[in-house]
């Protein structure tokens, strides 16, 4: 795993452009689920990095709400400490193949089955 820092700009008033999931009352580190495309953040961040540092703070302990603060009272320069790993996404992978399991299709043999 990686640690780094990153550093995100945004016009006055816009969005950072990703989804934030975890903190404490969460029982899970705060990470980044999702990433708008076009935002401040595609290309910086990737879903699955963790944060470990909003600013001078860490993240150690916050909740989601209160790391939700400290981004949004961030200003329009956002300072995060992110730790990578290897990619947790992978809602780019499809089938190339048959699918070999239908749910529909064993729902309605085991209702036509007498």
Do not use: C
Not at 36 to 64: C, F, M, V, W, Y
Not at 93 to 106: A, R
């Amino acid at each position: 795993m990686a640690q780094f820092a990153v550093q995100l700009h945004r016009p006055h008033g816009g969005q950072w452009g990703f989804r934030l999931q975890g903190g404490r009352d969460f029982s899970s580190q705060l990470s980044v689920k999702r990433i708008e495309n076009g935002s401040p953040a595609q290309g910086q961040l990737l879903p699955g990095d963790q944060i470990i540092g909003i600013g001078h703070t860490s993240t150690r302990g916050l909740t989601h709400m209160e790391a939700n603060h400290l981004i949004k009272s961030a200003g329009n320069v956002l300072q995060l400490t992110i730790l990578r790993g290897p990619s947790q996404d992978f809602s780019h992978i499809k089938p190339t193949g048959p699918i070999k399991f239908s749910p529909w299709k064993y729902n309605q043999q085991q209702q036509n089955h007498y």
